[in-house]
């Protein structure tokens, strides 16, 4: 049976996920595609199937970029999971080179890390021109107080980095629970 041919008729952007080890990247990605299929937008990709390198599901991290594709409405989207461990940092950039936008995944329980840092400074090195914020595991923390506080964090990092901090988009949220 031949392949039907792909025809684009939305806007297309490349956007990524980025942030440290374990803070939730490949759950949110996951999450988006759950969501959109819920709303008949797109299909849902599992979290293991987003991971897919043996070694991946093996030591359970992102160790290559992965892409999964969706869309919404308005776009077509081509989403880069980018891995927040060190050792795979050089993966990290392949991916961010091709980003039009980043959402930085950080968990609202350990706050800004490492890698936080690095993947932040690397997306601009990149020229990484938009980004949005994901505050994960909001669910884990009884203290509002502490996830104002993990937000402030956040938002002083960016502006570090010539991001507008002050004016980035901050969505606060559970991907664990989106699926």
């Known amino acids: 049976m031949a392949k039907e041919k792909f025809v684009r008729n939305k806007p297309h952007l490349n956007i990524g996920t980025i942030g440290h080890i374990d803070h939730g990247k490949t759950t949110l990605t996951a999450a988006i595609t759950k969501v959109l299929s819920l ?5 849902f990709v599992p979290f293991d199937q987003i991971d897919k ?29 980018c891995p927040g461990h060190a050792d795979y940092i ?8 091709q980003m039009d936008g980043a959402i930085l995944v950080v968990s609202a329980v350990d706050g800004p890390m490492p890698q936080t840092r690095e993947h932040i400074l690397l997306a601009r090195q990149v020229n990484v021109p938009a980004m949005i914020v994901f505050l994960n595991k909001i669910d884990a923390v009884d203290d509002p107080e502490l996830i104002d506080l993990v937000e402030m964090e956040v ?18 949220g559970s991907a664990l629970k989106a699926l």
């Open 90 to 97: 050089k993966n990290m950039i392949t991916g961010a080179a």
């Open 155 to 172: 938002r002083e990092l960016l502006s570090k980095y010539q991001y507008p901090g002050d004016e980035i988009p901050v969505i606060r």
């Open 53 to 81: 390198a043996p070694e991946e599901k093996a030591r359970g991290i992102t160790i290559n970029v992965s892409h999964v594709e969706y869309e919404t409405d308005h776009r077509h989207y081509a989403h880069i999971d």
């Open 39 to 43: 709303k008949g937008e797109s299909d």
